[in-house]
């Protein structure tokens, strides 16, 4: 019998030691030398216009090093896909979900950094929202995005030999409808993230399962080769999906960072990780089956509905990739 050196063999964690002996470095564990702790100003609507933003008395308070929003990136909006570049991660026309980053603070201490937020001023315009897929796609529902018509991001139509055919020849149709709510990932680490801009390179340390996703989309954000752009490995503390794309902390520490010349380490409350970082989509789907009367099944069709979220995101790969 042939003698397997992985297969049916105890295989140790070469992490685990590490963690449950406490001696594992995780990225709110960084300390670097002149850092500063940075904290979010987030929206309190699901869809509103940005009218103004004022940060002038929170950029005078003692002990605040920067103040940033959107107006001090370039402009450059992130999507895995070309056709669905979409989020700006600091917004500047408008707010699309609760807890969405509006503008980000870098002070001396955590203390100060929320004293800070307080200072800033937002006016908003409410605008109506859509909470559901399936609204959200009738003719007249309100633009999450007004290049989406019907609030349509990507539409994958995939058929494979005669469906219609088959369902007719069938000896029994049944059609059955289903619905999955969103889920938020509940890892132990909420998310965290150091960005330290020294000598015209950046490095970052986070929580991550894509480090070559976020150093292109920092690159392409913030406008830094990519070959000056470092992630660094670090503990993760959990992830089951959710730490593989870019998030909208990783640009406002870095921002903060290339403002201030100095380390900016930020990390989410448990409730900012469940709001502001990318979770499991919601769907509604319905599935039609066609059987021989023996129950071969001769015939499937799928009709998918995933609720993306307010941005597209890595969403059209969720949507497409398990179609191939």
């Not at 950029?59 to 570049?85: C, I, M, N, S």
């Not at 390179?201 to 894509?210: C, E, K, R």
């Not at 392409?220 to 503990?235: S, W």
């Amino acid at each position: 019998m042939q003698e397997y050196r992985i297969v049916g063999k105890g295989i140790s964690r070469v992490d685990s030691l590490a963690k449950v002996t406490g001696e594992a470095i995780y990225t709110a564990d960084l300390k670097l030398p002149k850092m500063l702790v940075a904290k979010v100003l987030r929206s309190p609507y699901p869809h509103a216009r940005i009218l103004h933003i004022d940060t002038s008395r929170a950029e005078r308070l003692p002990g605040v090093k920067a103040v940033v929003t959107g107006f001090d990136g370039h402009g450059v909006k992130w999507g895995v896909f070309r056709y669905t570049q979409d989020h700006a991660m600091l917004p500047t026309d408008k707010v699309r979900y609760v807890g969405e980053d509006v503008a980000a603070v870098a002070a001396v201490d955590e203390e100060t950094a929320l004293e800070a937020l307080e200072l800033i001023r937002v006016e908003y315009e409410p605008l109506p929202a859509v909470f559901d897929p399936e609204e959200a796609m009738r003719e007249g529902a309100p633009l999450i995005h007004e290049e989406y018509p019907r609030n349509i991001n990507v539409h994958v139509h995939i058929e494979v030999g005669d469906v219609d055919r088959a369902f007719r020849e069938a000896y029994l149709v049944r059609e059955d409808a289903f619905r999955a709510s969103g889920e938020a990932y509940a890892m132990m680490e909420p998310y965290a993230v150091v960005a330290h801009y020294h000598n015209g390179y950046l490095d970052l340390w986070m929580p991550n399962a894509g480090p070559h996703v976020r150093a292109k989309a920092l690159s392409n954000l913030l406008k830094i080769p990519l070959n000056h752009v470092r992630v660094r490995r670090i503990a993760i503390g959990g992830a089951f999906g959710g730490r593989s794309e870019v998030q909208p902390a990783d640009f406002a520490a870095a921002l903060l960072s290339i403002k201030t010349e100095r380390p900016v380490k930020l990390v989410l409350t448990r409730e900012e990780n469940a709001t502001s970082t990318r979770q499991v989509h919601d769907m509604v789907a319905t599935i039609k089956t066609g059987v021989k009367r023996d129950g071969t099944i001769v015939a499937k069709e799928f009709k998918v509905i995933y609720d993306g979220g307010a941005y597209s995101s890595t969403g059209p790969i969720a949507t497409s990739i398990p179609y191939y």
